[in-house]
């Protein structure tokens, strides 16, 4: 087995993975604040999570994935000031904040599904978890961790010695950036609400009893309380994206290390944002995201053709979006399912997996998920004059990882009765030299589903 290599935010260097327990890997994901659609570039870090986890498998290791759904708690300003965002999206849409969670975790699901992303092995709400956060609320307050003041139960962070281990930013520097959320009472700007009360002259949707009285959690501890919960002293991996470093990540190291006394997984990794193009982030707040629905489905882009283009881009560099480049992603994953189809039509069944090219394909992978590595040895593969049955063989292994479903791909002739007979009329056309109603027939066949292919042996209509 080649070893695997892997960015640590915390040490911020490549070093070689080894679990808590061999063979077995802790994998805890921070999964969506479900007040809103999902956009491609939140759904950017889920893909790079995917790989991961495909990978660390790939390698041979069981993983067990826990995702949490944030559905309570998550304020509009991550340093606890503004409004709770469910509350908001309730507000907005004229719904309770139960069925806003309930609707957009239903749409999250769906995205991961369109976009080919294994489910966790578990998944949790905050809402199903509020007993175990008190818990841990509680054991910091017998440690001497917290305070409190008018709107909650506050983290002393000047009792934490390491907190900016995973920033590793100077604390002078962070309280300046929380100057614009400054809570007077606070005693740091930095400190953090591990539990929020509920404001006297408001009723609000989500709130329980607690020892301090009514209220709701606050966004860090959730994920704390969960990630104990259902992995237990398998803390291996813990992911998200860069925007979590400075806050919600140093935040749940500091209140679960406080409470343990032990280390809060051993390694910490980021993805990168998703710029549009001209260098400006992807955010809800900026009203510039994206989402599948609208970007891919609604203009008949295949959702993998994301996938395939996240590809293109290391995970810990920016990715810049445009519709050019989702277009090449799109003409990319044609040639692809061409290549493949075409060597499955002459190889079946599939024959043993290349050794070498499976040496070549995992230490790319093994460099930190270098995909772009990976995909330049995928097509070193399909250019290869390997035989046919084990370049399908090879290729098949390696969409283990890749997530391109390429073992489904259609390797009949036989074609819908109505795709059929468009290619007729296109046939007739191109023989008539009427290269209007030629392309116009080859556009609807790709709305339909079907690339039309003209080649020296005739045309060919494939499905995408």
Known sequence: MKTLYLYNSLTRKKEEFHPIFPGQVGLYTCGPTV?????????????FEDVLRRILRFNGFTVRHVMNITDVGHLTGDRDMGED???????????????????????????????????PDIWCKATDTIPEQI???????EKGYTYRISDGIYFDTAKFADYT?????????????????????????????????????????????SPW?????????ECSAMSMKYLGDQLDIHCGGTDHIDVHHTNEIAQSEAATGKPFFNFWMHGAFLNIKGGKKMAKSAGNFLTVQSTLVDKNIDPLAYRYAAFQTHYRNPMEYSDDSIAAAQNGLRHLRNQVRSIAEAALPAGDVNAAFRDKFLEAANDDLNMPRVMAVVQELLKSDIGAAEKLATVLDFDRVLGFDLDRIDTEDALPEEVLKLAESRKKARQEKNWAESDRLRDVLDEMGYVVQDGKDGMKVLKK
């Open 135 to 141: 818990a841990l609320i509680r054991t910091l307050e």
């Open 213 to 221: 009285g009514v209220g709701f959690p606050g966004w860090h501890i």
């Open 85 to 119: 965002k469910l509350e908001k999206g309730a507000a907005r849409e004229g719904k309770t904040a139960w069925d806003i969670a309930e609707f957009y975790t239903r749409n999250f699901k769906k995205d991961m599904a369109r976009l080919n992303l294994i489910e």
């Open 165 to 209: 281990k995973l920033s590793h930013q100077n604390l002078e520097a962070l309280q300046e950036g929380a100057r614009v959320e400054k809570n007077p009472e606070k005693r740091n700007s930095t400190d953090f609400a591990l539990w929020k009360f509920s404001p006297e002259d408001v009723r609000r949707q989500m709130e329980w009893d």
């Open 35 to 47: 007040y809103n659609y999902a956009h491609i570039g939140n759904l950017r870090t889920y893909i």
